[in-house]
């Protein structure tokens, strides 16, 4: 996501706690600390699995992941930013939107069927909150799209998503594809900001 570095949001990313600390750790971004606060309650990532990261870029998501699954599995990124490669982690720079980035991803994948799919993508922001939010929710719902076809059964999906126009119609796919859909607000998220991150657990037959 693009934003423009204003004084009060560098003020703000400087004194960050969580940035500081992904400093100190090695972590990629702060944001490491959302899905590893989120797997912490939910236990979503265990050795062996295959998971993807939509929308993986700087890594910090892939990061945590690609820890929790060695030896024996494996992370697939992808995002339209470069991304430094990481140990673990098989990496496709592309549009996750697009049908090229998408046929790419799936060719890495070669029909093996996931244990989770992760999504932290946001659109650039362009300061229009309409057309952000249906931005936002158009990526959510081909982000859906995607791990219905290529979870296996009773398999789960990690999403960001603002509350907002569409929301409410996003939860509600989400029911009809999971056993279970929880709404995920980890301490690492901003106070103030409208994301939440949505977890589908257990994807029903098809």
């Given amino acids: 996501m693009t934003r423009s570095k204003s004084n009060p949001w560098m ?62 599995g494996r992370v697939f990124a992808i995002d339209l930013l470069e991304m430094t490669p990481l140990a673990g982690v098989t990496f496709l720079r592309g549009d996750f939107s697009a049908e090229a980035g998408l046929v790419a991803l799936e060719t ?5 069927r996931l244990d989770l799919v992760l999504s932290d993508m946001a659109p650039n922001i362009s300061g229009i909150a309409l057309a952000d939010q249906s931005r936002l929710m158009g990526l959510v719902e081909l982000a859906l ?10 398999g789960n999906f990690l999403v960001k998503a603002f509350q907002g126009v569409g929301f409410d119609m996003f939860v509600a796919a989400m029911r009809g594809a999971f056993v279970q859909v929880l709404t ?14 949505l977890l589908g657990k257990g994807l029903k037959q098809h």
Avoid at 108 to 112: I, S, V, W
Avoid at 145 to 154: A, G, T
Avoid at 184 to 197: C, D, I, L, Q, T
């Fill in 11 to 72: 003020h703000r990313h400087v004194n960050d706690p969580y940035v500081r600390r992904a400093s100190v750790e090695g972590m990629r971004s702060r944001a490491a600390y959302k899905l590893l606060q989120i797997n912490d309650k939910d236990k979503l990532i265990r050795p062996g699995m295959w998971v993807v990261d939509l929308g993986a870029a700087p890594g910090g998501w892939s990061q945590v992941a690609a820890r929790m699954v060695a030896p024996a």
């Fill in 108 to 112: 890495e994948l070669a029909g093996t």
């Fill in 145 to 154: 799209d995607f791990s219905i076809k290529h979870l296996k059964p009773q």
């Fill in 184 to 197: 995920r607000k980890p301490e690492a998220s901003r106070k103030g900001s409208r994301e939440v991150y």
